[in-house]
């Protein structure tokens, strides 16, 4: 049996992280593949989204912590709706990927009531 590819783009990455996602129960309601966006996958469970953004291997902390800022200024989903989430990729040596994920303090950047509509996801998809 011959063992799955490394992963090495963010289209793989996603991947991964969907099926993370669907794993647990969310379905995924759109996908973004662009890098530079300020997220990747919206999920939906009943009437709660997760948005999720997804940070390739060895990026730095820099660059990290500018995806966090833009995904909250961006998304500004308050807790009742859902949760906002960095999540950093990481490749374990036999080639499966992990995810270590950042909630963003819904506090501090969910402060829009209506975040879903503004970003076009709505309980009917």
């Known amino acids: 049996m011959q063992a799955p590819g490394r992963p090495n783009t963010l289209e793989d990455f996603l991947r991964d992280a969907a099926a993370v ?8 309601a759109r996908r973004q593949g662009q890098a530079g966006v300020a997220w990747h996958l ?10 999720v953004q997804v940070m390739l291997p060895a ?9 966090r800022r833009l995904l909250g200024e961006t998304v500004q989903l308050p807790a009742r709706l859902g949760s906002m989430e960095q999540w ?9 990927v992990t995810f270590g994920p950042y909630t963003l303090n819904p506090q501090i950047w969910g402060n829009n009531v209506n975040a879903l ?3 076009n996801l709505t309980a009917d998809r």
């Open 88 to 96: 950093m990729a990481h490749v374990r040596p036999d080639g499966r």
């Open 21 to 28: 996602l669907e794993a647990q129960g969310w379905k995924v």
């Open 42 to 51: 919206a999920a939906r469970k009943g009437d709660k989204w997760r948005l």
């Open 117 to 119: 509509e503004r970003l």
């Open 59 to 67: 990026t730095c902390p820099a660059d990290c912590q500018e995806g």
